[in-house]
């Protein structure tokens, strides 16, 4: 299927603005979710020491409305 899809670099708490901005941009383009938020992170605090550079993708599946 057709998926939107974004990246980010910070916090866990902080993604609620890329998931919100990606949202908006499946809104504004004539799309609607029809999927769940697909979370995936290339990062863990483990490898970088801190919570604001987790680095993560997020992907919801789409149609047109």
């Known amino acids: 299927g057709l ?3 974004i990246l ?3 916090s866990y708490e902080e993604s609620i603005n890329n998931y919100n901005a990606l949202l908006k941009w499946i ?3 004539g799309f609607k ?3 769940p938020l697909i979370k995936s992170f290339y990062t863990t605090f483990v490898l970088t020491k ?3 550079n987790m680095v993560y993708e997020m992907q919801i599946q789409i149609d047109k409305k």
Do not use: E, L
Request: proline fraction near 7%.
């Open 27 to 29: 809104d504004t383009n």
């Open 3 to 5: 998926y939107a899809t």
């Open 33 to 35: 979710p029809v999927g």
């Open 50 to 52: 801190s919570i604001n």
């Open 8 to 10: 980010g670099k910070n």
